[in-house]
């Protein structure tokens, strides 16, 4: 008997693989494997969560409240703004908009896993231009640009390497793509970078027809769970992702959680500065490992990923910080089986994973 069949570019593709939570034998973990806040959330989105709400009520479609907070905190228009379930789904739209069978979607050659799933789900063709170093090069990208290129995504600080393109290679990124490109800039861990950087995408988005900036409550706001993104655009492109999103794709919850959230930027600057301090003092400590071939790329994001080329392998440090309680992301399947992506977790989080690959490399502890 004949089932249903897939179209054939669905039945190409894998579900997007999350980091884990458990070792082989079940036993749970600290997550450092999926860029979580290790702080938690801001007390005033959680006691906001805490009054409750009438669930047997659709939550606003438009988002109206969040959308005006987000504009008054980003110096933005209320109506260049959309949310969604989580920025995923908003980079799925922008994607769905814009590129179809035949079409080619651009991103670097390590960048979000996802990338290539919104491509492929809507049936275009996902082309990775070569990295520079692992980072994002901007030439590359441009030499990569064809007649079917449709999008443009660039996640910036990049995921999993952590690298940042400073607004002037962005800046540059854009000029050098035909105006009918659209270029995504995903800030997902946008917060995490340098105050001075973090309006420089904006501006772009605010000049242009052609630029989308997305960001998140998942990282530095610390409610993932909540699942609530928004992203940034002229008012054509707005458009087209309103279309083709949820129509009530914002729960009632994530709506409050992450309008209190934004009024407590107190929260989102300690996560930033409790970040790069442990990042600092992580990075410090796999500098001092670099003679058993143990290096890490310069981050400006909650992670850093760590490359093993001596003695002691990715898969072997996976196995150590597993047992050490840990999970953290090999990502062999993104052509990196020689590196992990750890995030910066608390403060012990961060001494016990250094203790670990140092005991590995047999050097005290
Ligand atoms: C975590 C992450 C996101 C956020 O996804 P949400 O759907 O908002 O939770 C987006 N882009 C990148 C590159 C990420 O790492």
């Known amino acids: 008997m004949s089932t249903p069949q897939p179209k054939p570019w669905i039945a190409q593709i894998h579900a997007y693989v999350p ?7 079940g036993k749970p973990l600290t997550k450092l494997s999926a ?3 290790p702080l938690g959330s ?3 989105a959680l006691a906001a969560l805490a009054e409750g709400h009438v669930a047997a009520d659709y939550p606003d479609p438009d988002a109206r409240a969040l959308r005006e907070k987000i504009a008054e905190v980003h110096g933005l228009d209320p109506d260049r703004i959309v949310c969604g379930t989580g920025s995923g789904e908003l980079l799925h739209c922008a994607v769905q908009a814009l590129a179809g069978p035949g079409d080619e979607v651009l991103a670097s050659r390590y960048s979000f896993s996802l990338y290539p799933l919104l491509a492929q789900k809507v049936g275009a063709t996902p082309v990775l231009a070569a ?3 692992y980072a994002a090069s901007v030439d590359n990208l441009l030499a990569a640009v064809t007649e079917r290129t449709k999008v443009v995504l660039l996640d910036n600080p990049n995921n999993p390497v952590g690298t940042f393109l400073p607004p002037s290679e962005v800046v540059r990124l854009h000029a050098g793509l035909p105006s009918d490109v659209l270029l995504v800039v995903d800030e997902a861990y ?3 970078v340098d105050p001075a950087f973090q309006s420089a995408a904006f501006e772009l988005a605010a000049a242009h027809e052609n630029v989308l900036v997305s960001r998140t409550f998942s990282k530095a706001y610390g409610l993932a769970s909540e699942r609530v993104g928004w992203v940034t655009g002229a008012p054509n492109l707005i458009d087209l992702v309103n279309r083709l ?3 009530f794709n914002v729960s009632v919850s994530g709506q409050k959680a992450a309008l209190a959230a934004l009024g407590d930027q107190a929260f989102v600057t300690a996560s930033r500065e409790h970040n790069a301090k442990e990042r600092t003092r992580f990075a410090e400590a796999i500098a001092m490992l670099g003679n058993h071939g143990i290096s ?3 981050s400006e994001a909650n992670f850093l990923l760590v490359h093993f080329e001596g003695s002691v392998s990715a898969a072997q440090a996976l196995e150590a910080l597993s047992d050490a309680g840990y999970a953290v992301r090999h990502l062999p399947s993104q052509g990196l089986p020689n590196s992990l992506r750890i995030t910066i977790g608390t403060a012990e989080a961060t001494t016990d994973v250094i203790a670990t690959l140092r005991r590995l490399c047999g050097e005290a502890a």
């Open 190 to 192: 946008g917060e995490y």
């Open 42 to 44: 801001s007390p005033a």
């Open 245 to 247: 999103r949820g129509a």
């Open 35 to 37: 860029n979580e806040n």
């Open 296 to 298: 890490a790329c310069p």
């Open 19 to 25: 980091g884990k939570s458990k070792s082989a034998s």
């Open 131 to 133: 990295d520079d170093n």
